[in-house]
């Protein structure tokens, strides 16, 4: 099995390149363009001989159509992530999580390819208040980021009508664990906290958010990449829901800091109160979440704390 994994220096995707090398014997191209949040440091220590890294864009088409000629299954991770970076400026957004998997599915219309899975996020769905989102609620996006995404999930939906792309989408909640940018809720909290700095928290921390462990996420992508129904979509959740504030406290429990850290800052616009997801689908295709959030902050904690002192 080759795997062309695009994004796989960024924070899901490295986690998902070891993964996968380690549970499969695929050989494994990592294709990335090595933006501000990609990082060649998240791969170093990956020595496989099934594993090459190319640096690259997935905006490049002929570089795309090469690489996707040459692989029985895409994985797209590659995408400009940060929401707050969107509302900024919008054009990356469009331009990568759009563009550049319009690229990568017009090579993949040419090929036959076993499946394409393109990375998903519940914030497609919109905020919900009550209840959890099933695959079949319509995509209502409020950030132009989410917007980029739900506009990839259309695109890619579009390609396996038209053009038989076998497309699978997964549409995971927010993600935790090693690797992942500073930029980020937890390990910025961790670092801010660990150097005794204020924890900016947004508005008055009421956010709901349900937070996934990226190991389980990992996991998640390799069941439907081999027992996922094509064409269809999985969301991949932990149904595990904490505030922005809870989980600011936590992180301080964690480090063993103090909760006068907290500050609380002019809140995103637009901020999305409550994300859940409903998780059925991929239950019944076997998978549950292994690590409790406790479990998994510990090891992100830990991680943060020896790339410190490493650094
Ligand atoms: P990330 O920002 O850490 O990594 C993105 C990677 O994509 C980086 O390595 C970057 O260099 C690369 N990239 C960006 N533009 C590129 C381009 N034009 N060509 C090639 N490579 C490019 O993001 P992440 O948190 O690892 O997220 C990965 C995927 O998972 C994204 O598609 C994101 O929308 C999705 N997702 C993330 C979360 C989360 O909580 N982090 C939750 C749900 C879904």
Known sequence: MRLLVTGGAGFIGSNYVRHVLKRTD???T???ALTYAGSKANLTDIDSPRHQFIEGDIRNRELVNDLVDDADIVVNFAAESHVDRSID??????????????????AAADTELER???????EVYGEILEEKFTEDDSLSPRNPYAATKA???HLAQSYYTTHNVPVVITRSSNNFGPRQHPEKLIPKLIQRASEEKSLPIYGDGSNIREWIYVEDNCRAIETVRKDGNIGEVYNI????????????????????ANAD???????RPGHDQRYALDNSKLEALGWKPSWTFEEGLQQAVEYYLESETNS
């Open 261 to 267: 850290l907290i500050e609380f800052v002019e809140d």
């Open 237 to 256: 959740g932990s149904g595990d829901e904490r505030t922005n504030l809870e989980v600011a406290h936590e992180v301080l429990d964690a480090v063993d």
């Open 89 to 106: 400026g919008a054009d990356p957004f469009v331009s990568t999580n759009v563009g550049g998997t319009c690229a990568l599915l017009d």
């Open 26 to 28: 695929a050989d494994v």
């Open 116 to 122: 394409f899975i393109q990375v998903s996020t519940d």
């Open 30 to 32: 990592t294709l990335d």
């Open 151 to 153: 506009g990839a999930d």
